[in-house]
């Protein structure tokens, strides 16, 4: 299994970025994943899940309506598009493999594959 973030970047408070995670190793469309950050001095944070077919996704409260979680099956990639970025969301974005019986939200003491990170920085 393997898990490669992209698309991380330095970038302007209001501007937008979106990140890539290419998946191998395992059948994508199968599995819940997610994204999880996390921020210096205050630990990891789940952000997003998407289920296996794309159809169901959810947001933590800090980047509801600003982010978007989705998936591509056939390119076994996972994306969030990232828009109104704020300094705060300035943090280590991972995407991670849920485990075969998820749990909603759960990412952070659940998921069983990581990938190695991309870095955003919000800052003028």
């Known amino acids: 299994v393997q898990l490669v973030e992209s698309g991380g970047g330095l970038v302007q408070p209001g501007g937008s970025l979106r990140l890539s995670c290419a998946a191998s190793g395992f059948t994508f469309s199968n599995y819940y994943m997610s994204w999880v950050r996390e921020i210096p001095g205050k630990g990891l944070e789940w952000v997003s899940d998407i289920d296996g077919g794309g159809g169901n996704t959810y947001y933590a409260d800090s980047v509801k309506g600003r982010f978007t979680i989705s998936r591509d099956n056939a390119k076994n990639t996972l994306y969030l598009q990232m828009d109104s970025l704020k300094p705060e969301d300035t943090a280590l974005y991972y995407c991670?493999?849920?485990?075969?019986?998820?749990?909603?939200?759960?990412?952070?003491?659940?998921?069983?594959?990581w990938g190695q990170g991309t870095q955003v920085t919000v800052s003028s």
């Open positions: 991670a493999r849920n485990p075969p019986d998820p749990v909603q939200a759960m990412c952070i003491t659940e998921c069983d594959y």
